[in-house]
């Protein structure tokens, strides 16, 4: 039972490069998320999707694209890499909007960029 | 705008104490809190999800309250150990239909053999 895959675990970008998060779950969960976690903090939404097809942005969108095209899966762009977004980087997924039932989160992706 | 505030950002106890984690969050119109706990370099896990109908859930040695009225919600660890330590987290769901989560910034907790 995998949960919320998230590859790669670390990565290291160099200014203005680009880069793909990956992001995949195996629980038929409809809405997915993308989360941000800096040093000491909590974590910051992105973007979510509610379903196949559907996206919308979070709290901290400016940098950032997503695409929803099955419902597995759901990856991050990053299309122009800045110093501020070296952060760790958090998938989560969870059943609709009348369940009770906790997100489930991957294990994070930790991104540098120099 | 909901704002969810978590005090104390660090605790540091020795093993056998029991503790209470503070959560507090500004708009009262949740769908539920979850507490979560974060291990170093790891993801989440979710320790207690509480519903904005309940007052209180409980998970072993761990039990989480809310009280939406005033705003505040709080995870107790009875007899804690050294396994305990760790980031917890604590994060409300709004009552419209995204399922978001706006966190805390967490309590970090050292528990001392």
């Known amino acids: 039972n995998a949960g919320v895959t998230q590859t790669p675990k670390f990565r290291i970008l160099k200014i203005g490069q680009s880069m793909t998060l990956q992001c995949t779950q195996d629980?038929?969960?409809?809405?997915m998320y993308w989360y941000r976690q800096d040093p000491g903090m909590g974590l910051k939404l992105i973007y979510y999707?509610?379903?196949?097809?559907?996206?919308d942005k979070g709290e901290v969108p400016n940098g950032y694209n997503v695409s929803r095209s099955t419902t597995e899966d759901f990856p991050l762009r990053l299309e122009l890499a800045a110093p501020s977004q070296t952060s760790v980087y958090f998938c989560?997924?969870?059943?609709?909007?009348?369940?009770?039932?906790?997100?489930?989160f991957g294990d994070g992706t930790r991104l540098s960029i120099l | 705008k909901q704002e969810v505030t978590q005090i104390p950002a660090a605790l540091s106890v020795p093993e056998g104490e029991n503790l209470v984690l503070n959560c507090s969050f500004t708009?009262?119109?949740?769908?539920?809190l979850q507490w979560f706990r974060q291990d170093p370099g790891k993801g989440l896990t979710s320790l207690l999800l509480?519903?904005?109908?309940?007052r209180e859930q409980t998970s072993g040695r761990l039990n989480a309250s809310l009280d939406k009225s005033s705003g505040r919600s709080t995870l107790y660890i009875a007899a804690s150990q050294p396994g305990d330590s760790a980031t917890y987290l604590c994060?409300?769901?709004?009552?419209?239909?995204?399922?978001?989560?706006?966190f805390g910034q967490g309590t970090t907790l050292q528990v001392k053999p």
């Open positions: 708009d009262s119109a949740i769908y539920n």
């Open positions: 999707s509610v379903g196949a097809g559907i996206t």
């Open positions: 509480i519903q904005s109908s309940q």
């Open positions: 629980m038929n969960h409809n809405y």
């Open positions: 994060a409300v769901r709004h009552t419209s239909n995204t399922g978001k989560l706006i």
């Open positions: 989560a997924s969870s059943f609709g909007v009348y369940s009770n039932q906790p997100q489930h």
